[in-house]
């Protein structure tokens, strides 16, 4: 876990699962929302699943990908300050990322200092700790040395197999993926809170959720993030320390 990193913008942007997996109005949309945080100065944050598979090597680069990864890097060059957390659909991203499209990549969470708030930031993918199957596919799944073979192969065996394998798993599992597991989101959140957080966001469930409390005198929020393909929502960090859902980019 990356740990209180101080971020100097006075907002940020929090997206995750945009699923991103051709050259459409999707991928156009997100390229538009990143040249907006450039342009405003605003710190972007992606918790995850940005695209439906991405693997930490230029070999294993699906065609579609290839324009996204340049025009980030091409803003990231222009002054974008763009941050990272694996979600369940990456692969070893850190260390041919890091430095390069983004200010720093995290695997697992990410601990920040925004806007006068300490913000937990995690994919959120092994919250549910309940969902045991899961938890053991991503054991195997996040493999360094099955990870390591793979890039030996040609890309040609590679990327078919590996996109046939998700398209199977996706409706795999329809106990834990039917439902939101609110208890336990709510209790992961409690004892992040307890570990000095303000602000805890996460991913993966593709449901909109916003949380407020108070405890001690101290305010605290827990944010899930909706899936960000479905209607381009997002949440938005304001330099009071506020946040907001908002549909990013607006419609022009």
């Given at each position: 876990?990356?740990?209180?990193?101080?971020?100097?913008c006075e907002r940020a942007i929090f997206l995750a699962d945009a699923h991103?997996?051709?050259?459409?109005?999707?991928?156009?949309?997100?390229?538009?929302?990143?040249?907006?945080?450039?342009?405003?100065?605003?710190?972007?944050?992606?918790?995850?699943?940005?695209?439906?598979?991405?693997?930490?090597?230029?070999?294993?680069?699906?065609?579609?990908?290839?324009?996204?990864?340049?025009?980030?890097?091409?803003?990231?060059?222009?002054?974008?300050?763009?941050?990272?957390?694996?979600?369940?659909?990456?692969?070893?991203?850190?260390?041919?990322?890091?430095?390069d499209l983004f200010e720093s990549v995290a695997e697992d969470s990410m601990?920040?200092?925004?806007?006068?708030?300490?913000?937990?930031?995690?994919?959120?993918?092994?919250?549910?700790?309940?969902?045991?199957?899961?938890?053991?596919?991503?054991?195997?799944?996040?493999?360094?040395?099955?990870?390591?073979?793979?890039?030996?192969?040609?890309?040609?065996?590679?990327?078919?197999?590996?996109?046939?394998?998700?398209?199977?798993?996706?409706?795999?599992?329809?106990?834990?993926?039917?439902?939101?597991?609110?208890?336990?989101?709510?209790?992961?959140?409690?004892?992040?809170?307890?570990?000095?957080?303000?602000?805890?966001?996460?991913?993966?469930?593709?449901?909109?959720?916003?949380?407020?409390?108070?405890?001690?005198?101290?305010?605290?929020?827990?944010?899930?993030?909706?899936?960000?393909?479905?209607?381009?929502?997002?949440?938005?960090?304001?330099?009071?320390?506020?946040?907001?859902?908002?549909?990013?980019?607006?419609?022009?």
């Amino acid at each position: 876990m990356r740990t209180d990193l101080p971020i100097p913008c006075e907002r940020a942007i929090f997206l995750a699962d945009a699923h991103l997996n051709a050259d459409d109005e999707h991928t156009r949309a997100f390229l538009r929302l990143a040249e907006h945080a450039r342009d405003e100065n605003i710190a972007l944050f992606l918790a995850g699943d940005i695209f439906d598979l991405w693997f930490g090597t230029a070999g294993l680069t699906f065609s579609f990908q290839r324009p996204v990864v340049d025009r980030l890097r091409a803003l990231r060059r222009d002054g974008l300050k763009a941050f990272y957390i694996e979600g369940n659909r990456d692969f070893f991203l850190k260390r041919p990322y890091e430095g390069d499209l983004f200010e720093s990549v995290a695997e697992d969470s990410m601990r920040i200092r925004i806007c006068g708030q300490t913000v937990f930031l995690s994919h959120g993918d092994t919250v549910n700790r309940a969902d045991r199957a899961y938890r053991f596919w991503k054991t195997i799944s996040k493999n360094r040395l099955a990870f390591g073979l793979a890039t030996l192969l040609p890309s040609s065996v590679v990327l078919p197999l590996a996109d046939r394998i998700e398209k199977r798993l996706k409706p795999t599992n329809p106990r834990f993926k039917g439902r939101f597991p609110e208890a336990e989101i709510v209790s992961f959140a409690e004892r992040t809170f307890d570990g000095g957080a303000d602000l805890v966001l996460l991913g993966h469930f593709h449901t909109e959720f916003l949380r407020r409390t108070v405890s001690g005198g101290r305010k605290r929020t827990l944010a899930v993030l909706p899936c960000w393909k479905e209607k381009h929502r997002c949440l938005v960090l304001d330099a009071n320390g506020e946040t907001s859902f908002q549909n990013l980019p607006a419609d022009k």
